[in-house]
């Protein structure tokens, strides 16, 4: 159903994104990502490393690596894919927001709300990139 490949969206060192195999419905369960969650606390450690931007808030205390998949879901601000957190479970579920063709890339809204419009640190960092240009 789903599957790696290069994305085309991404200029970082691995361009991966995940892309639909075939057809998928709005509402359709795409993957199921185990997590390995760690206290806040550690993540002083973990911003020392590539991990830091493919971590996931877990809870109020904790930030979550996850397995599978799950780290390798690309952002957008009108995404097709969104995801629940099942602290039962210790897994983060992957649903298709919106009808997605085979082929199209899957995106999901990093700030967790599939309509949160709030700019990402990356693009904040842009963004102040391009204004100092400017000046």
Do not use: C
Not at 51 to 74: K, P, S, W
Not at 116 to 131: P, R
């Amino acid at each position: 159903m789903i599957e790696v490949r290069t994305s085309t969206i991404s200029n970082g060192e691995f361009n991966r994104g995940i892309f639909a195999t075939r057809d998928i419905v709005k509402g359709e369960l795409l993957h199921e990502a185990p997590v390995i969650a760690y206290p806040n606390e550690q993540h002083e450690h973990i911003e020392k490393t590539l991990l830091a931007d493919y971590a996931f808030e877990y809870g109020v205390n904790h930030t979550a690596i996850l397995l599978g998949y799950g780290m390798l879901f690309n952002h957008s601000y009108t995404p097709n894919a969104t995801y629940d957190i099942s602290f039962e479970d210790h897994t983060f579920k992957f649903y298709a927001y919106k009808d997605i063709k085979a082929g199209e890339e899957i995106f999901i809204n990093y700030n967790g709300d599939e309509e949160d419009q709030e700019l990402l640190w990356f693009d904040k960092e842009e963004q102040d990139d391009q204004s100092n240009e400017k000046e």
